[in-house]
């Protein structure tokens, strides 16, 4: 089980609280951080494909290294697509538009395939 999960649900509220009312900040931001914290530690460090996900942008910056003070709106992830069963430079070839299309919806459709089954 995450050891951010907080089964009871009013022991969660209570932590929303007494953060927000500390770090003077809404309760509905401190829930939001709490649920993205939460997904990131399933992802990065209880998934067996954990090393198939970059964690970039923002967010990253302030959880990862501190260098921004900032909650977070969204979370920022690649998926290395040879876990969908490219190669390494597949992605990067040169195509028509149209088969660069139908390739982009191919790799939408493994990567909502994979999220679905895997994670």
Same mark, same amino acid.
Request: proline letters at 0%; hydrophobic letters at 20%; charged letters at 40%.
């Given at each position: 089980m995450n050891k951010f999960?907080?089964?009871?649900?009013e @022991? %969660?509220?209570v932590l929303m609280v007494n953060t927000a009312r500390k770090r003077n900040i809404s309760e509905a931001v401190i829930e939001k951080d709490y649920w993205v914290t939460f997904i990131l530690d399933y992802l990065f460090n209880e998934n067996k494909w954990r090393e198939y996900f970059t964690f970039k942008g923002?967010?990253?910056l302030s959880k990862c290294f501190g260098l921004i003070e900032r909650f977070s709106e969204d979370i920022d992830l690649? %998926? @290395?697509w040879?876990? %969908?069963g490219y190669e390494e430079k597949e992605p990067w070839l040169e195509r028509?538009?149209?088969?660069? @299309?139908?390739f982009n919806k191919e790799v939408?459709?493994?990567t909502e395939i994979f999220l679905r089954d895997e994670l």
């Open positions: 999960y907080i089964e009871n649900k @022991d %969660l509220r923002g967010t990253s690649i %998926l @290395d040879r876990v %969908l028509s538009n149209t088969k660069q @299309d139908k939408n459709e493994k």
